[in-house]
Structure formats: C-alpha cells, structure tokens
C-alpha cells in the first residue's frame, strides 16, 4: 500500500520474535567461537615439541620486562639441549644463569672432522686430539644473556658445526669463544657485550661478521684466524682491543669503527685489503711487525694518541690521506716513506687554506656590499 502523503512504501516491520531469535544467535555465536579468538595483543611464547632437533624458544607479541622474565630460560636448559644434538633457536627471551660450555662431553677430533680437511690441518697443527662439538646451530636474536657464557678452554678445543647467528642480542656479563672453531658463517652483528669479550686462538672458516657490535671493558682476539671476510664496520670498542697476531686472509673490514681505549695489531698478518677509513683511535694504537700484503686504506681515519708502526712491511702505497695525527706517528724500521704521511698533512693544510680563502673571499664580498649600500642611502 502506497503512502498517500509521501508515496513511499511503507518499511515491513519485523516481528519482536524475530529480533529474540537473532540476538539469541549472535549470543551463541560468541558463546562458542568469540572466547577462542587468540589475543593478538598478549605476550605468549613458542616452544618447539620435545623430540624436536631445535630447541625453540621464541617471544611472540609485545612483551613486557616482567613478561620476558615470567618465562626465562636457564642456562642449563640450554646445556642439556646441547649435549642431547640439538640446535638453539631463541628469540627474545632472557637467558639466566651461566653456560660452561666444557661441560660437554669430550670426543674425538680426528674422527668428526674427517670432512673437513682444512680445518683438520688447524687441528693437527694445535696437536689437539679430542674436544668438545657442538653440532647443531646456534640462533639468538634479540635475547638478554644475563649469566656468564665461556668456554672455559686452555688448551682444547670447541668445534661448532652449524651456523653461528647472534644478532640484536645483549650479554649483560662477559662472552667467552676462546678456542673455538666455528665451520659455518658467524654473525655478531649489533650486539652488546658489557664486559670481557675473548675470541683467543678462535678460528673463522667462513665469513664473520661483528658489524656495529659494541665490546665492552676488555676485547681480546690473540692469534685468531679468519679464513674468509671479517667484518667489524662501524663497531665501538669501549675498552682495551687486543688483536695481536691476529691472521686475516681475506679482507679486513674496520672502516668507522671507534677505538676509545688502547689497541694493538702488532704481529697481525692483513693477507687481504685493510680497511680502516674514518676509524678513530681515541688512544695508542699499535701496528708493530704488522704484515699488510694488499691494499692498506686509512683514508680519513683519525689518530689522537700515539700511531705506532715500528717495523711494520707494506706492499704498494697505502692510503692515509684525509687522516689526521694529533702526534707525529712513529715509523721506525718501517718501508713506509714519510712522504706518504706529509702528502697528507699537505692535503689537510690545502683544505684549510682554501676554506680559509673562501671565508675571507665572502667577507669582502660582504663588507662590499654593505659600503655599497650605505652609499645608496
């Protein structure tokens, strides 16, 4: 029936019975499905299942402090999954207690690297015949490491087959890898050590990477051997940095990084390009009896303490300029030419002369029009 008044058809009315039973269906409907919809906003925690070849331990969600720390993992947690062969998966969690990593169990040496001949010759050359093996993977990303992590090594060795991945994590304590040999690519990057950090007599097979990784009150790598790239680029050593015999054979990347306390490269072997571009040494450096066989870069790097490269052998001209000295660096016994030095103080003087030049140019400029002006008036 049409509306005399406004010619519309009226709107059909449902009957109040109707809108019971609809209400009574929505209710149903959140009875039996709303209550197990997941809480996207919830902290929760991944864990792989017990016969799992991973030990998985992954924060999903915004997680509080009190939250990571409701579901700590133990360092012996940890220790028991690796004895059992298992590889380590952490994502954000935190790790309390220490890791002792020679409570693994010892194993012949010769026998599981039988595959490995390049990394058997390091082993035979260290006359070692058993040791410690890890090997599945370590993976730590964004973790807080609050206990002690060490190998506890003097003479032995700990072999890591799988990759070693730990980025974005913090060690609140002190790291430990000293006599390690790590088979697979290693990565660092932009963690935090507070405290000591040794890697002494370790050995890198392939690439390693500490980029933008910040060591704390002691970094020692004596005699460690990096086989492949090793990468430190724009990294902050806020204490001592040992890298004393250290074997680079490929390239040695340490451009930016900040030294703030003294370091020493003497007796280090640069088989590959050095890179040491717009690094800053905030005290004493030592390059003694170092060994640069390839390109050695230093192009804008600073030296505000004492530089010394007594008896240090470079193979072709390096690169030093746009570097600064705040002292003059000691060259003694070393085939270096100072002229290489003076060629870049002769740059540094240019550079100020024509910035100098430039400035007096514009005040003239200035001054120029200003007369000009006054006149006018």
């Not at 062969?85 to 890791?99: A, F, M, N, Q, Y």
């Not at 002229?339 to 024509?354: D, R, Y």
Request: proline share 3%; charged share 20%.
């Amino acid at each position: 029936m049409t509306c005399p008044v406004t010619g519309r058809q009226p709107r059909m009315r449902l009957p109040p019975a109707f809108h019971a039973f609809g209400l009574c269906l929505v209710g149903m409907a959140f009875a039996l499905f709303g209550f197990n919809v997941p809480n996207l906003s919830a902290c929760e925690i991944q864990k792989s299942s017990k016969d799992s070849q991973i030990f998985q331990r992954h924060l999903i969600g915004p997680c509080s402090v009190d939250d990571r720390r409701r579901v700590a993992v133990s360092a012996e947690s940890l220790l028991q999954a690796l004895q059992d062969g298992k590889s380590l998966d952490l994502r954000g969690i935190v790790v309390e207690g220490d890791l002792m990593l020679d409570r693994l169990p010892l194993e012949s040496l010769p026998h599981a690297l039988q595959g490995s001949p390049r990394v058997r010759r390091i082993v035979d050359e260290r006359h070692v015949e058993t040791g410690r093996v890890i090997s599945g993977s370590i993976t730590m990303q964004d973790v807080v490491v609050q206990g002690n992590w060490a190998t506890n090594l003097r003479n032995g060795l700990l072999v890591l087959f799988g990759p070693f991945a730990v980025t974005g994590t913090r060690f609140e304590q002190s790291i430990d890898h000293s006599h390690t040999l790590f088979l697979q690519a290693f990565d660092f990057s932009d963690s935090v050590i507070r405290y000591e950090g040794f890697f002494v007599g370790a050995y890198f097979d392939q690439s390693a990477r500490f980029s933008k990784t910040t060591f704390g009150t002691h970094s020692r790598f004596h005699q460690a051997q990096f086989a492949q790239v090793a990468n430190f680029m724009e990294s902050r050593f806020h204490g001592l940095a040992e890298f004393l015999e250290v074997v680079f054979s490929q390239q040695a990347n340490f451009s930016g990084v900040q030294f703030q306390m003294g370091t020493g490269f003497s007796g280090t072997h640069f088989n590959g390009p050095a890179l040491f571009s717009r690094a800053r040494f905030q005290r004493e450096v030592f390059f003694r009896f170092a060994r640069f066989r390839r390109q050695a870069n230093f192009a804008g790097t600073t030296f505000e303490a004492v530089s010394d490269f007594s008896e240090a052998s470079f193979s072709g001209t390096p690169d030093f300029s746009r570097a600064k000295f705040h002292t003059a660096p000691e060259l003694s016994h070393a085939n270096l030419d100072e002229q290489v030095f003076a060629a870049s103080k002769f740059k540094q003087l240019s550079g100020k002369l024509v910035f100098l030049f430039t400035f007096l140019g514009i005040c003239c400029v200035v001054a120029w029009g200003v007369q000009k002006w006054r006149k006018t008036w």
